[in-house]
């Protein structure tokens, strides 16, 4: 973008201009696009206003009352529905949308987020119940991933969470992890993003019964 707003508009009024292109992007993006991604495409944008830019399309579908809102997810920004229609949309999607998660697949991935990476076998330590399925299930999701192999016999997958995690749980990065147990609680299918595989809302009922301990992140966390 030029140094100087075009005659007769301040700063903020010349990046309004970018906001249908940043729309008409987040519309037909499939995964959250990072503030770099953006610039990179729209031209004369920089990374520096990228959130500028968000933060005028957020205002003109609050102000405007509509149905959408802008999410930061992932490192990323997406459009997504406003909770307000939640139960309408999840209505029409019934069925549609990937299955939920499991109460097994919900520790897991809990136990992951907090203490990665993380061995199988710590994991069953943990939990007490083996867990290779449900490790088996995450990782065809696409929410965690074997990141490094452990300093142990036989070399052990450690694993880790992925941005696919992020965006299911509606997470920008881990460090917006909620309370522990909290995490152990099922997303709502409430804001639908331009996909209707992206799942995303306030965490609602389960109690999972497992003991805190290992909620406690790694001390060199």
């Given at each position: 973008m030029s140094d100087f707003p075009a005659e007769g508009m301040n700063e903020h009024q010349a990046l309004r201009q970018f906001v249908p292109e940043v729309?008409?992007?987040l519309f037909a993006a499939e995964e959250p696009l990072r503030e770099e991604e953006i610039a990179s495409i729209v031209?004369?944008?920089?990374?520096?206003?990228?959130?500028?830019?968000?933060?005028?399309?957020?205002?003109?579908?609050?102000?405007?009352?509509?149905?959408?809102?802008?999410?930061?997810?992932?490192?990323?920004?997406?459009?997504?529905?406003h909770?307000?229609?939640?139960?309408?949309?999840?209505?029409?999607?019934?069925?549609?949308?990937?299955?939920?998660?499991?109460?097994?697949?919900?520790?897991?991935?809990?136990?992951?987020?907090y203490k990665h990476p993380i061995s199988r076998a710590e994991i069953e330590q943990m939990r007490g119940v083996d867990s290779s399925g449900t490790l088996r299930h995450l990782l065809d999701r696409g929410l965690i991933k074997a990141s490094s192999r452990a300093e142990a016999p036989g070399?052990?997958?450690?694993?880790?969470?992925?941005?696919?995690?992020?965006?299911?749980?509606?997470?920008?990065?881990?460090?917006?992890?909620p309370d522990p147990a909290d995490l152990l609680e099922q997303p709502d299918e409430a804001s639908i993003g331009s996909e209707v595989s992206v799942q995303h809302g306030p965490f609602v009922g389960s109690d999972s019964g497992v003991e805190e301990e290992w909620y406690r992140p790694r001390e060199d966390d």
């Open positions: 729309e008409a992007l031209p004369d944008l920089l990374e520096i206003e990228v959130e500028q830019v968000m933060q005028a399309l957020e205002q003109r579908y609050r102000d405007g009352g509509h149905a959408l809102t802008v999410q930061r997810v992932a490192g990323g920004w997406r459009l997504a529905t909770p307000e229609y939640a139960d309408l949309v999840r209505s029409h999607l019934k069925g549609k949308l990937r299955g939920r998660l499991s109460r097994a697949s919900l520790e897991t991935v809990s136990i992951i987020a070399r052990p997958h450690l694993y880790t969470t992925t941005d696919t995690f992020l965006t299911y749980f509606g997470l920008d990065s881990l460090f917006d992890l």
